[in-house]
C-alpha cells in the first residue's frame, strides 16, 4: 500500500464523537487512516472494539493505537514498570480485536541512566511483552516512538536499535519530535531523507513497507518539545519531507497530530498525491 494519511484521534468536524463516528468521518474526508488515542487509558470493551474494527474494514480505513501516556520501562519503582507492560498488553489485546496492525507508545524517561542502561531495560521489559503476545496469537507490532525531549528515552538510534533486539517491534517516526529534541534539525530534504536512509539500511524491507510516522508542527525550546502547531504555523517544512517519501517508496500510514488534525492530514495528503 502507499502511504496512507489520517488524524490521530476522531476528526475535529466529527459530530459523532464515538469512535465509530470517527472511522465514518474519516472516510467522509477522503482520507484513509485513524489512530484511536488510549492515551488515558483503554476504555473500550471486546464488543465495542469488534463493531468499530467492522465499521473500519467496510469503510477500508486502517486503524491504529496509541497506548497509554502512562508508560515508563525504566521507572525506578518495580511496580510502574509492572503497570506499564499491562498497559502495552491491553492496547495490543484490543488493537487485536480492532484489526489494528500497530501500536504506539513512549517507551521510557531517561531518569539519571545512560542510554545504554535504560536500552537494556526497554529491551528485557518488551521481550517479555512479545513473549506473552506471541503466546496469544497476537502479531500487532508494538511501536516505541521517537519522542520530543532529552529527558525521554527515544532518539532515532535508541528507537532503531530496540527494533533491531524485540521481533515483531517497529520504529514510529514523530518527525516533529525528532526536530525538536535536536534543536531544529532534521527539517530538510536531506535530513528528512538521512532519517528514512538510516531506518531503512537498519530494519530493512520489513520497515520500509510498513512505516508508521506522526507528522505535525512543534514548537520548542532548549528542552525540546513544547507544544504541537499546525503545519502552516510551524517552521515544519512538509512538502520536503513528503518528497523524502516519495524518494524512498515508503508504505503504510502517515498520523497527522497537528491540533486541527483533519485539515493537516488533507493538506499532507494533497501535497502527496501532486508529487
Same mark, same amino acid.
Given at each position: 500500500?502507499?502511504?496512507?494519511?489520517?488524524?490521530?484521534?476522531?476528526?475535529?468536524?466529527?459530530?459523532?464523537?464515538?469512535?465509530?463516528?470517527?472511522?465514518?468521518?474519516?472516510?467522509?474526508?477522503?482520507?484513509?487512516?485513524?489512530?484511536?488515542?488510549?492515551?488515558?487509558?483503554?476504555?473500550?470493551?471486546?464488543?465495542?472494539?469488534?463493531?468499530?474494527?467492522?465499521?473500519?474494514?467496510?469503510?477500508?480505513?486502517?486503524?491504529?493505537?496509541?497506548?497509554?501516556?502512562?508508560?515508563?520501562?525504566?521507572?525506578?519503582?518495580?511496580?510502574?514498570?509492572?503497570?506499564?507492560?499491562?498497559?502495552?498488553?491491553?492496547?495490543?489485546?484490543?488493537?487485536?480485536?480492532?484489526?489494528?496492525?500497530?501500536?504506539?507508545?513512549?517507551?521510557?524517561?531517561? $531518569?539519571?541512566?545512560?542510554? #545504554?542502561?535504560? @536500552?537494556?531495560?526497554?529491551? &528485557?521489559? /518488551?521481550? %517479555?511483552?512479545?513473549?506473552?503476545?506471541?503466546?496469544?496469537?497476537?502479531?500487532?507490532?508494538?511501536?516505541?516512538?521517537?519522542?520530543?525531549?532529552?529527558?525521554?528515552?527515544?532518539?532515532?538510534?535508541?528507537?532503531?536499535?530496540?527494533?533491531?533486539?524485540?521481533?515483531?517491534?517497529?520504529?514510529?517516526?514523530?518527525?516533529?519530535?525528532?526536530?525538536?529534541?535536536?534543536?531544529?534539525?532534521?527539517?530538510?530534504?536531506?535530513?528528512?531523507?538521512?532519517?528514512?536512509?538510516?531506518?531503512?539500511?537498519?530494519?530493512?524491507?520489513?520497515?520500509?513497507?510498513?512505516?508508521?510516522? $506522526?507528522?505535525?508542527?512543534? #514548537?520548542?525550546? @532548549?528542552?525540546?518539545?513544547? &507544544?504541537? /502547531?499546525? %503545519?502552516?504555523?510551524?517552521?515544519?517544512?512538509?512538502?520536503?519531507?513528503?518528497?523524502?517519501?516519495?524518494?524512498?517508496?515508503?508504505?503504510?500510514?502517515?498520523?497527522?497530530?497537528?491540533?486541527?488534525?483533519?485539515?493537516?492530514?488533507?493538506?499532507?495528503?494533497?501535497?502527496?498525491?501532486?508529487?
Amino acid at each position: 500500500m502507499p502511504l496512507l494519511f489520517g488524524t490521530a484521534g476522531v476528526p475535529l468536524s466529527s459530530k459523532d464523537r464515538s469512535s465509530e463516528g470517527g472511522v465514518r468521518r474519516i472516510r467522509e474526508l477522503n482520507l484513509d487512516a485513524l489512530e484511536l488515542e488510549f492515551v488515558q487509558g483503554v476504555r473500550m470493551g471486546e464488543e465495542k472494539a469488534r463493531k468499530v474494527g467492522m465499521i473500519a474494514k467496510e469503510n477500508n480505513i486502517a486503524l491504529s493505537c496509541h497506548a497509554p501516556y502512562y508508560i515508563n520501562l525504566n521507572s525506578r519503582e518495580p511496580q510502574k514498570i509492572s503497570a506499564s507492560r499491562d498497559r502495552i498488553l491491553q492496547t495490543a489485546r484490543i488493537a487485536k480485536i480492532l484489526g489494528v496492525r500497530s501500536v504506539v507508545f513512549h517507551p521510557a524517561f531517561n $531518569h539519571d541512566n545512560s542510554s #545504554e542502561i535504560v @536500552l537494556v531495560r526497554v529491551v &528485557r521489559e /518488551l521481550s %517479555l511483552v512479545r513473549e506473552i503476545l506471541d503466546a496469544e496469537g497476537n502479531e500487532v507490532i508494538l511501536r516505541p516512538e521517537t519522542t520530543g525531549k532529552g529527558t525521554q528515552f527515544g532518539d532515532l538510534q535508541e528507537t532503531i536499535l530496540i527494533a533491531q533486539e524485540v521481533p515483531g517491534v517497529l520504529p514510529c517516526i514523530d518527525f516533529g519530535h525528532l526536530h525538536a529534541r535536536t534543536n531544529g534539525r532534521y527539517n530538510s530534504y536531506d535530513e528528512f531523507c538521512e532519517i528514512l536512509d538510516v531506518t531503512a539500511e537498519s530494519l530493512g524491507d520489513r520497515w520500509v513497507k510498513n512505516v508508521h510516522f $506522526h507528522i505535525s508542527g512543534i #514548537e520548542y525550546g @532548549l528542552k525540546g518539545e513544547k &507544544r504541537h /502547531l499546525p %503545519l502552516r504555523e510551524s517552521d515544519c517544512r512538509y512538502e520536503e519531507l513528503i518528497k523524502a517519501c516519495h524518494s524512498f517508496g515508503v508504505d503504510g500510514l502517515a498520523i497527522c497530530e497537528s491540533p486541527n488534525l483533519e485539515d493537516d492530514a488533507l493538506l499532507l495528503q494533497k501535497v502527496y498525491t501532486a508529487q
